[in-house]
């Protein structure tokens, strides 16, 4: 599979960052992302950086991936150690973490403990397909100390599930939340996708008040994107299927808005529903401020102190670098105070508290003004946050945020 990493600058071999980079991160939450890339079957939808059996054709073990993301994680200590602060959140997505033996898992989130210490209250998540888990897979992954599970449901409808090509049944979601609840879960979120090709209004509230009969805590909605590269894409480029049509998006988006709020959910990015602050996906608020976090694996990208870099994209290269004692960094790039400051706009407007009027220029406070007045905006003590129209509208709002 060809790479499609952005080219960005040489990456040292070892992995080595400026020093004023891992002062800098000294003072913000620290977190890891680990990606482990295998899946059982590869969906329609899906352009993230994960391989089936027969797509790896041998390259890159299964069965050895713990073991390499572990040296990783001891470079990662190499690299950042000036940096004396414990990790905030740990989060293993895919790909689907959970194909690994649950001693895989635990066995890496062992190594950042060991390596960096955990925070005294860390969130560590894993994703899974709630086909690939069962009670006493998800007993022991509680015990080696995860603390949050987001499974992905998808729909609640056969035809929409057939659509998208996942595997597991509609009622299997549910099973699983409760399956997680009782093996000590305190937070479980589940991750819903609206508009695709075939699905009614009436298909889409069952799959929200489906999701709701569980009792999540958290629930991520996300508008189905039609990827280049993807089977959907194909299927869409050949008149098979029609492509998501921005209406119909922007009237399941506030279906979802309404259904949620009610059942006590409160939006707290625009994707992204909580019922309580802790219920937060605090690893991605994370990446939402633009914070410090390490990617472990192929095709995983790292953020420290405004330096940022992604791993090599195939399991078999990856491996081969961490074989050799050198970085699986592919490139860099380094972040000057203006692309920081664009891409905290970018990011902060989405969230529920809001972006610090200060952030903008001349011409954004001034087009800040006239969201305000077209009721895009509020203005919260200066924090900007988006309305729900403004929600509807987030493109746009940045657009204008950033003359």
């Not at 937070?187 to 889409?204: M, R």
Request: glycine share 10%.
């Amino acid at each position: 599979m060809p790479s499609t990493l952005p080219e960005g600058e040489v990456a040292p071999r070892d992995g080595s960052l400026p020093e004023p980079a891992v002062r800098e991160a000294s003072g913000r939450p620290l977190g890891f992302y680990l990606h482990v890339p295998f899946c059982a079957a590869r969906c329609g939808y899906c352009d993230f950086n994960t391989y089936t059996a027969k797509e790896l054709g041998g390259g890159g073990s299964q069965a050895s991936y713990a073991e390499t993301a572990v040296q990783e994680v001891r470079l990662a200590r190499r690299v950042l150690g000036d940096l004396d602060r414990p990790v905030d959140t740990v989060f293993f997505g895919g790909g689907t973490p959970t194909l690994l033996p649950a001693k895989d898992l635990a066995r890496m989130l062992s190594a950042v403990r060991d390596e960096f210490g955990l925070a005294a209250d860390a969130e560590v998540t894993t994703e899974a397909n709630p086909e690939s888990v069962d009670p006493a897979y998800l007993a022991a992954i509680r015990e080696a100390g995860f603390t949050r599970v987001s499974f992905g449901m998808q729909s609640a409808a056969p035809h929409v599930l057939q659509i998208l090509d996942r595997q597991h049944t509609p009622g299997r979601a549910l099973q699983a939340v409760k399956e997680a609840t009782a093996a000590g879960f305190e937070h479980v979120n589940l991750d819903l996708i609206y508009g695709t090709p075939g699905e009614s209004l009436d298909d889409w509230r069952t799959s929200l008040e489906s999701a709701l009969s569980a009792d999540p805590d958290h629930v991520s909605a996300y508008a189905l994107i039609v990827e280049d590269g993807t089977q959907l894409a194909r299927r869409v480029r050949r008149g098979e299927l029609p492509m998501p049509d921005d209406d119909d998006l922007a009237d399941k988006y506030v279906l979802a808005d309404d259904l949620l709020t009610s059942a006590g959910l409160g939006w707290y990015e625009v994707s992204n529903w909580a019922r309580t602050p802790g219920a937060r996906c605090r690893h991605n608020e994370l990446y939402w401020r633009g914070d410090t976090w390490w990617g472990i694996g192929p095709g995983a990208h790292s953020h420290v102190g405004g330096v940022r870099w992604w791993n090599v994209k195939h399991p078999s290269a990856y491996a081969d670098r961490m074989g050799a004692g050198d970085s699986p960094a592919y490139a860099r790039e380094v972040l000057d105070a203006e692309t920081r400051r664009v891409e905290r706009v970018l990011l902060e407007i989405r969230l529920r508290a809001g972006l610090p009027l200060g952030v903008l220029d001349d011409g954004g406070r001034a087009a800040a003004a006239s969201a305000i007045e077209n009721g895009l905006l509020v203005d919260e003590n200066g924090q900007l946050v988006l309305t729900r129209r403004g929600r509807l509208l987030a493109d746009a709002v940045v657009r204008d945020l950033l003359p």
